[in-house]
């Protein structure tokens, strides 16, 4: 926590700097070029909404906005990008409440608690909530980013593992990798897992040599990885309803003019209704090519996932989270439904 803090705090030292420098270059040839980075691999549901936003945004521009892709984490993590972004960067990448807590917006780490949300309409009846507006004016005054899309459906977020989980005592001591923020490394202590925080570039290697048991994350992506090439238990527990959020810099995004603003808006909301559509229609397909794969899929019982959420409803009282605004969980519960 204290080696985030105190990468944020050079990028802010040093954002007016490079942020100039970025303008400039803009300016100079007078097109906007921003460039996209992300974990995900060529072909997953995330790269090719990418895609059709590069092809949305030129056009509606008029080829004086342009969209660069980086998939497979060529920018660095996500983090690294977010990193990029607060020191004036003109950088964007998907991101959400796990990191905007680690990032100074504590109450925002909620909506990526286990086993928060019941069904995507929920989830997305949150995003559309004052209280997420809010909360939103405060990632981009206390975090320096600005959340452009709230509406990319990333998928539920499942568990591949290299032994079965059956029961809720399964995860005791399991090595589980999960991204690099303390939500969701609380989120899988809750469940007596081990949770090991590492680049999603990093897991397929780390299966393979047994320093973890498993990863979570969408569908598309376990697939995608090849991660079930190592991995060979799916368990399909949903423990969050994933929308992320398409993040750039405070400093590149007030850069623009208002007309800008409303391209890189919109297009970014097209391109997440298209990639959405995607993701809704692959699932099946996906969970079909894993069994034809050898990869045994348990849908987990009404029993077994009832425990899970019962097992998860700790969370939300950790004292870690002693800084979330009192109330909040209530709060966000009443906003959702």
């Given at each position: 926590m204290k080696n985030i803090a105190l990468r944020t705090a050079v990028a802010v030292c040093v954002a007016g700097v490079l942020s100039l420098g970025a303008m400039a270059t803009a300016s100079a040839d007078d097109t906007i070029v921003l460039r996209v980075g992300y974990g995900n691999n060529p072909g997953e549901p995330f790269d090719l909404g990418c895609h059709k936003w590069q092809e949305l945004i030129e056009q509606r521009s008029g080829g004086k906005m342009k969209i660069e892709l980086y998939p497979s984490s060529q920018l660095g993590s996500k983090d690294d990008v977010m990193d990029q972004m607060v020191a004036g960067e003109p950088v964007c990448t998907l991101t959400d409440g796990a990191?905007?807590?680690d990032r100074g917006v504590k109450d925002m780490g909620i909506v990526f608690g286990p086993y928060l949300f019941d069904t995507w309409e929920q989830a997305f009846k949150l995003n559309d909530s004052q209280w997420f507006k809010d909360q939103a004016k405060l990632v981009a005054e206390k975090a320096h980013l600005q959340i452009i899309g709230a509406d990319w459906k990333y998928g539920a977020r499942h568990t591949l593992t290299t032994k079965p989980v059956n029961k809720v005592e399964d995860f005791k001591g399991m090595k589980?990798?999960?991204?690099?923020n303390n939500i969701q490394v609380k989120g899988f202590e809750v469940l007596g897992a081990t949770p090991t925080p590492m680049a999603l570039g990093e897991v397929y290697t780390s299966l393979q040599q047994g320093t973890i048991d498993g990863v979570e994350n969408p569908l598309a992506v376990l697939y995608n990885g090849k991660f079930h090439e190592v991995a060979k238990y799916l368990l399909l527990d949903g423990h969050v309803f994933n929308i992320t959020n398409i993040v750039v810099g405070t400093d590149f995004y007030n850069s623009l003019?208002?007309?800008?603003?409303?391209?890189?808006v919109e297009t970014c909301h097209e391109a997440a209704m298209y990639q959405n559509k995607i993701v809704e229609d692959s699932e099946a397909d996906i969970i079909a090519k894993f069994k034809?794969?050898?990869v045994t899929v348990l849908d987990p019982s009404a029993e077994f996932k009832k425990s899970l959420?019962?097992?998860s409803k700790k969370f939300y009282t950790l004292p870690d989270f002693k800084d979330w605004t009192p109330g909040l969980y209530d709060t966000v519960k009443k906003a959702m439904n």
């Open positions: 990191f905007f807590y589980v990798r999960v991204p690099t003019t208002d007309e800008q603003k409303k391209i890189l034809a794969e050898g959420v019962e097992t």
